[in-house]
């Protein structure tokens, strides 16, 4: 499946202590229809990408855990929709303004946006991730704490931003500002071996994609589906935390959230998943 093999034996005498599997399943076929609406989840890749299909992580999943994502009302990602909208609309701050008080139905205003983020904001000379211009709105906008990285009600409001474009097609637009170069160093954090496993993001989800490790099956690592409910820890689990959490697996020391380095992995990241559906919430092991 992958254009460019970066070379399976450097990691292969590591292999062992992390108990990749030399197992390899192909991804499920099936069809994601969510309250009616066809998800596009497997796609043909652009010339210029590592891979010849785009293959969203939900067919690298059990049965059981692709049916609950594909029913809204079992899925458990969708309270996290629910809080996020009672949230959009409670008023906070010392302007004395919700979400709402600008925005006003998100289903309408919201519908889409989710689906192009990161952006390259101007004023800050680089580029925003959705929980970064919450933030903006909150300390700008409504005279109020900016949330801290995780707080449970900006998974919810960014669960629920990223919901109004279920079904929509990630997007980004590299064209703006500098756009182009945090690509670029997205894409050298991307292929860098870090840790004592000395492991890139590559090695798991280009090389080893399909494969097993822990008797998880290796997708290609979209995003589409952030913030995820994940059935492990029984919670959403936010982008950069997942990105954390990866890193951490290599035995390497990890970034922090919304760093520089991580919101280049974020565009970078991004943009090989550009043309799946927004899956939010998605739902994952
Ligand atoms: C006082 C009005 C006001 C309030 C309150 C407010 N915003 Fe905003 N928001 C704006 C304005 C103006 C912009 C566009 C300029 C900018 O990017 O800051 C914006 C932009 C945004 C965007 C980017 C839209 C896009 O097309 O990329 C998002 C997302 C957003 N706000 C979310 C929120 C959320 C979530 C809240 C509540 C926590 C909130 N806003 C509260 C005024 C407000
Ligand atoms: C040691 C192997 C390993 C490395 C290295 C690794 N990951 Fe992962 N990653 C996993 C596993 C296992 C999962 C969960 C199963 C899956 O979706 O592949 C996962 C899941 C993900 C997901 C969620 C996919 C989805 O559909 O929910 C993203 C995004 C991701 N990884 C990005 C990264 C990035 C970016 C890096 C480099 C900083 C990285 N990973 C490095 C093992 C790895």
Redesign the pocket.
Known sequence: MGKNKLGLAAAAGLTASLALGSAYSEPVEDKLVIDGREMTTWTEAPADHPFDELISGWHYRTDETRALEADSFENPGMLYVERGEEI?NAVDGA?G???A???QDASET?AG?GA?YP?WNEAAGKPYN?EL??N???V???QAEPYKFDAPEQVA?ATF?KHQSLGEPVEIDLAEGDMQKWWERGKDRYYLRTGQLNMACATCHEDYNGRYIRADHLSQGNVNGFPTYRLNTGGMVSLHNRFRGCIRDTRAEFPAAFSDDLMALEVYVTWRGQGLSVETPAVRQ
């Open positions: 959009w302007a303004k919700s979400c008080s600008c925005h919201m946006v192009s952006k959705l211009q919450i903006e709105c909150r700008e906008q409504m409001l931003i």
